[in-house]
């Protein structure tokens, strides 16, 4: 009996072995369809279990193959961590989602309103934490907005005394403008916990879930500054990759801060360098209400509100696309389009409405240099892409992703 009992269990081993293989071979065909050099994907389970695979080097001149444990920019999916961070104080009881920011922040609050007259005018509506999270306050990136270009060329017209050089683009909790709105979080997250944003992520985020190779790039060492893989950037006009240099590339809204924070070194929306590994890692805790092993990361209470649809009568909006020096947002990828303005936004990424492969509820986001995320809270699984191609929205890469997803569905369905 024994002995039968080993044998099936060889056997199990011996079809999930080849299985996984068989899924590989898949994954590496469409690698190869693409002028992609180097990329790692990982699939990233409930359990804890997180399978990757990777093609290409680490470094141009290196004979490696990428892995899971090489660091990458990971841009703005420092958002999501950072939006975690903020919901922890939540959590903590040292400010609500819907309380008023005017005594925390003053110098944010008082910044009046560029209206479609270009009058600048006084705000009726309170900023909140939740509007910070939901890229609902007004407050947008140099060239996010038209209103915001043309300002930049207007703003010697106007008696400004703010030492925010901004003004806001509309009423908070009226439209969506992608961008800066993180950047106020981390540093109200710095004002509340009386702790530099580094500081406060590494002990309640980084080490608790483990994410031993995630840092800022602010506070990068020589060493680590090893561990960042090669990148590249496409030529628009012949199509091709060109190589590009490792670099330490520290992320600059210093401009947009100096007066306010004079020491300003942590942004809080896109100043993390991370591997795929960790990242995995703190995907985990959208899959494990909240938990990380037997760390609590979120109470499941707040780790249910942090992923729920949150913007009321409009949608994601991308404006960059309509002014010159804006990020490129339209579909490059022929399969599926990465942003729409059919979704909405939960409190840290957005919440899908609308897809060919994955069910309405999931979330994703995604950081400049073509790296994804995407979570499946039906079927518990999450989804880490991360390669170093820019600009973003590259069409090979999103393909690749989106190819990478379609897999892991189809394996699901045969396992059905």
Not at 39 to 52: E, N
């Amino acid at each position: 009996m024994k002995k039968l009992a080993f044998t099936l269990l060889i056997l199990f081993i011996s079809c999930q072995s080849n299985d996984k293989n068989e899924f590989e071979n898949k994954v590496i065909s469409e690698i190869k369809k693409t002028d992609i050099p180097a990329v790692v994907m990982g699939k990233i389970h409930k359990s804890g279990q997180m399978d990757f695979y990777s093609f290409g080097p680490s470094r141009w001149e290196r004979n490696d193959t990428i892995s899971e444990k090489d660091l990458f920019w990971i841009a703005s999916m420092t958002k999501v961590i950072n939006s975690v961070a903020g919901m922890q104080l939540v959590d903590k009881g040292i400010i609500s989602l819907d309380e008023p920011l005017d005594i925390y922040l003053p110098e944010m609050t008082e910044i009046p309103i560029l209206n479609d007259d270009f009058e600048l005018v006084k705000a009726k509506q309170k900023i909140t934490l939740r509007h910070l999270l939901t890229h609902s306050s007004g407050f947008g990136n140099k060239n996010s907005h038209p209103k915001m270009v043309e300002w930049e060329k207007i703003k010697d017209n106007y008696d400004w005394k703010y030492l925010y050089p901004f003004p806001r683009m509309f009423e908070s909790g009226t439209s969506y403008l992608y961008g800066i709105s993180t950047s106020w979080l981390g540093i109200l997250i710095e004002k509340l916990t009386k702790m530099s944003l580094a500081d406060y992520m590494k002990k309640n985020l980084f080490i608790p879930m483990e994410m031993n190779n995630t840092f800022f790039e602010y506070d990068m060492t020589d060493k680590q500054t090893e561990m960042l893989v090669s990148s590249s950037q496409r030529n628009l006009k012949t199509r091709k990759l060109e190589k590009k240099e490792p670099k330490n590339e520290l992320f600059n809204d210093w401009d947009y801060f100096k007066n306010i924070v004079p020491d300003y070194k942590y942004s809080g929306q896109g100043s993390i360098n991370s591997t795929p590994e960790d990242f995995g890692k703190f995907m985990q805790i959208f899959l494990n209400k909240g938990t990380y092993k037997n760390h609590v990361i979120l109470s499941e209470n707040s780790l249910q509100e942090f992923i729920s649809p949150q913007l009321n009568g409009y949608k994601i909006e991308f404006w960059d696309d309509e002014v010159e020096g804006g990020f490129d947002f339209s579909g490059r990828g022929d399969l599926n389009h990465f942003f729409d303005e059919y979704d909405n936004h939960s409190l840290g990424m957005a919440y899908e409405e609308q897809s060919k492969s994955r069910p309405i509820g999931s979330g994703y986001w995604a950081g400049a240099w073509n790296s994804y995320f995407m979570v499946d809270f039906q079927n518990e699984f999450g989804i880490v892409y991360m390669t170093q191609i820019r600009d973003f929205n590259d069409v090979y890469s999103y393909n690749l992703f989106t190819s990478f997803e379609r897999l892991i569905y189809e394996d699901i369905k045969n396992l059905d």
